[in-house]
């Protein structure tokens, strides 16, 4: 089973906070820059934190620390990709 898949852009000034927040919730989601230059994080959810994890993000959308917010295929399941 794979978890939820979300992209996000990042407010550059923000991104050490938005990472201090989801690691202060054990196992909520793991998150990584995907493309630094331009802020964007990818987030693996495990199925039973995506509601918890939605209000966070909702909460970040509204204080305009993340924006650009996706859910998409999780690119993992495709052969071509690695971690």
């Known amino acids: 089973m794979y978890c939820a898949y979300y ?3 990042v407010k550059e000034s923000e991104c050490w906070f ?3 927040v989801l690691r ?3 196992h909520l989601a ?3 820059t995907v493309d630094k230059e331009k802020s964007i994080f ?4 495990p199925e ?5 994890f939605l209000e966070l993000m909702e909460f970040f959308k509204q204080a ?5 917010f996706e859910k998409l295929p999780n690119r993992l399941m495709s052969p071509e ?3």
Do not use: H
């Not at 990818?42 to 959810?45: A, N």
């Not at 039973?48 to 918890?52: D, L, M, P, Q, V």
């Open 64 to 68: 305009e620390v993340v924006k650009q």
């Open 81 to 83: 990709e690695t971690v």
């Open 48 to 52: 039973a934190n995506e509601r918890i």
């Open 18 to 20: 938005l990472v201090a």
């Open 24 to 26: 202060s919730f054990e």
């Open 42 to 45: 990818e987030f693996f959810v």
């Open 7 to 9: 992209q996000a852009y």
């Open 30 to 32: 793991f998150d990584r």
